[in-house]
T-cell receptor, first 116, second 111 residues
């Protein structure tokens, strides 16, 4: 079965650079979620999109932005990168956010971002 | 504000033992609870999902229970194997979108 795809899997950037992470949800899934997991930390919810509209927002820095496109893939844009942004970034997808809050979120393998 | 805790933080057991991992949450208004496995530096592997209306789920050697009223879940692993060594995270779904994770239990199964 198809899973959530994230690209790139690894990314190395310098401080103050920008980075773009991509997420391709499971086919037919209309909702995507982004999470950040710092070293030794548990994943923290950043932001989510349903039908291309932002649906919820967590602890996402103002330097970060995200969007969901017409094909339901999502991109997380990170600007003015700081050392503390080094983390594993997970994307998850689900089907039918609006009607089914019980739906499972399926997680991708993550993108490991290292900021030097 | 929902908080998720896991006890113990780390656990080391000899191969073949049965073990229990604990997860507690402060707000019983959850949609579901999920147990994940995470190997060092790797992604999240979903093990079991329990809906709020369910009491337990089983998959192979794993059994997860949920007591929503007391804010607790347990993950039971039978006949542990060295390949079970990993960090186990529980996560509760508290809204349409947000999943809140616990800090994890680091499990080491000694051959």
């Amino acid at each position: 079965a198809a899973g959530v795809i994230q690209s790139p899997r690894h990314l190395i950037k310098e401080k103050r650079e920008t980075a773009t992470l991509k997420c391709y949800p499971i086919p037919r899934h209309d909702t995507v979620y982004w999470y950040q997991q710092g070293p030794g930390q548990d994943p923290q919810f950043l932001i989510s999109f349903y039908e291309k509209m932002q649906s919820d927002k967590g602890s996402i820095p103002d330097r970060f932005s995200a969007q969901q496109f017409s094909d339901y893939h999502s991109e997380l844009n990170m600007s003015s990168l700081e050392l503390g942004d080094s983390a594993l970034y997970f994307c998850a997808s689900s089907l039918g956010r609006g009607s089914f809050p019980y739906n499972e979120q399926f997680f991708g393998p993550g993108t490991r971002l290292t900021v030097l | 504000k929902q908080e998720v805790t896991q006890i113990p933080a780390a656990l080391s057991v000899p191969e073949g033992e049965n073990l229990v991992l604990n997860c507690s949450f402060t707000d019983s208004a959850i949609y579901n609870l999920q147990w994940f496995r995470q190997d060092p530096g790797k992604g999240l592997t979903s093990l079991l999902l329990i809906q709020s209306s369910q009491r337990e789920q089983t998959s192979g050697r794993l059994n997860a229970s949920l007591d929503k009223s007391s804010g607790r879940s347990t993950l039971y692993i039978a006949a542990s194997q060295p390949g079970d060594s990993a960090t186990y995270l529980c996560a509760v779904k508290t809204s349409y979108d947000k999943v809140i994770f616990g800090p994890g239990t680091s499990l080491s199964v000694i051959p």
